[in-house]
Every structure is written in structure tokens, then in C-alpha cells.
């Protein structure tokens, strides 16, 4: 069992950049496959970005590509979401979620793939 705990979130104006961080509280990253997760008020919790246990291998939605990275550092036991050019449609609350994979470079797009979640953190951006 893992415990998940976001940070980094916050306020950024339009063409900002925020990271954000995901570390256990109880656990180890080690062996899942994460993802990040938005949702906005009102809205369905949707699929940001995911990445393997192993090789790195990553996918993103259509409208981060090439403004959001999802990264991890295994050594350092978390995952990362850089996010840069920000707009105000990337306003939500971000969830980083964990899945131990059927494989090592397997990856997850769908929110009930996942196992563990947290809490969440906080994004707004200001136009």
C-alpha cells in the first residue's frame, strides 16, 4: 500500500510555469506506474499524464503536449509534473495516482486503472 501526498501547486499567471511533486507518505513509489490527474469544478477528473515504472515511457492529453512533462526520480522516490505555459483552461485541482503495472514499462490513461490517489493540489492561473 502506498499514501500519496501532492505539492507544488498555487497561483500562476498566464504563461506561467508550476512543478509539481508526489511523494509517499506511507510506502514506495517503487514498482508503479503514476499518472497525474485533473479536475476542474463541475467537471470530470481527467487524464493529464501517465509514466512506466521502468524506461520512463510517458503519454500525455492532447492539450499539454509539449507544455507539460511528467518526469520521476526512482532514486528520490517521487514524480514530478513540470508545467509550463499555463493557461487558464489548466485550472483544477491535480491528482497524482499509482498503479502497480503488468508489466515495466507499462503505462495507465484511465482513471479506474489506478489503485492509490491523493489528495490533491491546487492550480490556478490567472489570465
Known amino acids: 500500500q502506498v499514501q500519496l501526498v501532492e505539492s507544488g501547486g498555487g497561483l500562476a499567471q498566464a504563461g506561467g510555469s508550476l512543478r509539481l511533486s508526489c511523494a509517499p507518505s506511507e510506502g514506495t513509489l517503487s514498482g508503479y506506474a503514476m499518472g497525474w490527474f485533473r479536475q476542474a469544478p463541475g467537471l470530470e477528473r481527467d487524464f493529464v499524464a501517465a509514466i512506466s515504472w521502468s524506461d520512463y515511457v510517458t503519454d500525455y492529453r492532447e492539450s499539454v503536449k509539449g507544455r507539460f512533462t511528467i518526469s520521476r526520480d526512482n532514486a528520490k522516490d517521487t514524480v514530478y509534473l513540470q508545467m509550463n505555459f499555463l493557461t487558464p483552461e489548466d485550472t483544477a485541482v491535480y491528482y497524482c495516482?499509482?498503479?502497480?503495472?503488468?508489466?515495466?514499462?507499462?503505462?495507465?490513461?484511465?482513471?479506474?486503472?489506478?489503485?492509490?490517489w491523493g489528495r490533491g493540489t491546487q492550480v490556478t492561473v490567472s489570465s
Open positions: 495516482a499509482a498503479v502497480r503495472p503488468v508489466c515495466a514499462t507499462c503505462y495507465y490513461t484511465g482513471r479506474y486503472e489506478y489503485t492509490y
